[in-house]
T-cell receptor
């Protein structure tokens, strides 16, 4: 089974609108971390936001927020007030296990339309 | 946070040759990872390279094809051996602190094209 599932290969959003990128995960480990990364066309991986499995509050970082629904095992990324520079690939990742290995989803390509 | 540099940033190589990619970190880290990202795909973990022990390879990756060195806590190399066009990818090194909450920092990547 896939550890991380991103079901939206491509998304479009109007500039200044909000967009939600979906991510579901699969683990039996009670302790894990969830991450979102942005990869622009230049190729670098940019850390956006982190949510710990024991965190009670949803994580927020500026225009990014993580909608963490533990019972549903979902960790959706919400980008508010989209900007043209937000156009990129977005990867959801989970870290778990004794080796603290990272598992990445297949990514969602976001295009912001002017 | 950690600042990671990789050399070379890109290369074009001939089939059958080998390329060694260097990864330098500006601080001492225990856990270092090497990933491959084929065009249009997600990241695939090649191996985990912890200082003082042999690298641990993921299924589908073998030491003969991707030998890794980790001589100290700030440096690692990945060699792509006997290359074929299927090895054309971005290769990324990353570091992370221990624990499930430790953020992973990535290098800028090495874009490899094999002709």
């Amino acid at each position: 089974a896939q550890k991380i599932t991103q079901t939206q290969p491509g998304m479009f959003v109007q500039e200044k609108e909000a967009v939600t990128l979906d991510c579901t995960y699969d683990t039996s480990d009670p302790s894990y971390g969830l991450f979102w990364y942005k990869q622009p066309s230049s190729g670098e991986m940019i850390f956006l936001i982190y949510q710990g499995s024991y965190d009670q509050q949803n994580a927020t970082e500026g225009r990014y927020s993580l909608n963490f629904q533990k019972a549903r095992k979902s960790a959706n990324l919400v980008i508010s007030a989209s900007q043209l520079g937000d156009s990129a690939m977005y990867f959801c990742a989970m870290r778990e296990g004794p080796g603290n290995q990272f598992y990445f989803g297949t990514g969602t390509s976001l295009t912001v339309i002017p | 946070s950690a600042v990671i540099s990789q050399k070379p940033s890109r290369d074009i190589c001939q089939r059958g040759t080998s390329l060694t990619i260097q990864c330098q970190v500006d601080s001492q880290v225990t856990m270092m990872f090497w990933y491959r990202q084929q065009p249009g795909q997600s990241l695939t973990l090649i191996a985990t390279a912890n200082q003082g022990s042999e690298a641990t390879y993921e299924s589908g990756f073998v030491i003969d094809k991707f030998p890794i060195s980790r001589p100290n806590l700030t440096f690692s190399t990945l060699t792509v051996s006997n290359m074929s066009p299927e090895d054309s990818s971005i290769y990324l090194c990353s570091v992370a602190s221990a624990g499930e909450g430790g953020e992973q920092f990535f290098g800028p990547g090495t874009r490899l094209t094999v002709l």
